[in-house]
């Protein structure tokens, strides 16, 4: 992952997709033609099942793993688990709840969340163990600052400063049977965009913003409003919302190799054009959209 000085516009790091059960996740995901990492456990009641993707972007299926630490965790003012509490009240326990950039110093981005009035609370470090396909281990440690509009639940986004990378070997991880590479694009949804442009200015670090999309150093990040997204994509934008992040758009190498795959799987898919779109369903909280790359 690239990281970034702290006049930098921030890199997309990963992406979380609560989800109500990672075994139902994994078994989605892996229909779509994922490799699914080994679960990984949180010290405060969550847990994971992530997709690395060989340009350094990952996906973090999210569920709840113990509730007795997840509550404590909330009432110790864990951002975090707290955040993820109130998007399943909000939203439901399947969807994509927060886009998270690369940093190299969380404490500086959460000056500047402070600054703009939109920090949702303390930053976060924690460690966790992490294990590859051949079973080796290590730990991974990280800083998160956390950055949301007031009274908004259905989406945040957060610095991610990962401040030790686990020493594992993640190749075989990153090769995925649907061609899948990186991620392209994130698309958000929301009926106020001008005061979520805001939101993601400050949290990108880039007030040159063009239009309603933010060009990241390694992906774009777009906010379109219902009736656009609707119109891209042929499928329906939801409910009325100040943010919500719907949709991810992958870089495959061939659509046809991609659309085999998710045929032979039974997924439902359309086609149009060099885009693949699969919908959302339990274990895939976004719609997913694979574009051909040549």
């Known amino acids: 992952m690239t990281q970034t000085t702290a006049a930098g516009i921030r890199p997309l790091d990963h992406l979380v997709l609560p989800t109500q059960n990672l075994d139902v996740a994994r078994a989605r995901l892996s229909s779509l033609g994922f490799v699914v990492a080994p679960t990984g456990i949180h010290p405060f009641g969550t847990e994971n099942c992530c997709v690395f993707l060989a340009d350094g972007t990952y996906l973090e299926p999210l569920a709840i793993g113990d509730e007795q630490p997840a509550m404590k965790a909330i009432a110790d003012g864990n951002v975090f688990v707290a955040r993820d509490r109130a998007y399943r009240e909000s939203r439901g326990d399947e969807g994509f709840s927060a886009v998270v950039l690369g940093t190299d110093n969380a404490d500086a981005d959460h000056a500047r969340y402070v600054e703009a009035g939109l920090s949702a609370g303390d930053t976060l470090s924690f460690s966790r163990a992490f294990t590859?396909?051949?079973?080796?281990?290590?730990?991974?440690?990280?800083?998160?600052?956390?950055?949301s509009a007031r009274d908004a639940t259905d989406a945040f986004l957060f610095a991610c400063q990962r401040?030790?990378?686990?020493?594992?070997?993640?190749?075989?991880?990153?090769?995925?049977?649907?061609?899948?590479?990186?991620?392209?694009?994130?698309?958000?949804?929301?009926d106020q965009s001008a005061e979520q442009i805001g939101l993601i200015s400050v949290a990108v670090n880039d007030s040159a913003v063009d239009g309603e999309v933010f060009l990241l150093p390694n992906a774009t990040l777009s906010v379109l409003d219902p009736k656009s997204f609707t119109a891209r994509f042929g499928i329906p934008a939801g409910s009325s919302t100040k943010l919500r992040f719907a949709a991810i758009v992958f870089a495959v190498r061939s659509i046809d190799v991609t659309s085999r795959?998710?045929?032979?799987?039974?997924?439902?898919?359309?086609?149009?054009?060099?885009?693949?779109?699969?919908?959302?369903?339990?274990?895939q909280g976004a719609a997913f959209i694979f574009r051909e790359i040549p």
Not at 132 to 147: E, R
Not at 170 to 179: D, P
Not at 261 to 283: E, F, K, R, Y
């Open 163 to 190: 401040i030790n990378a686990p020493k594992v070997d993640r190749s075989a991880l990153q090769v995925h049977a649907n061609g899948a590479s990186g991620i392209l694009e994130v698309v958000a949804v929301s």
């Open 261 to 283: 795959l998710l045929a032979a799987n039974s997924i439902q898919h359309d086609i149009a054009g060099n885009d693949i779109v699969v919908q959302p369903a339990s274990g």
């Open 132 to 147: 590859d396909t051949t079973g080796k281990s290590d730990v991974a440690a990280f800083k998160l600052a956390f950055a």
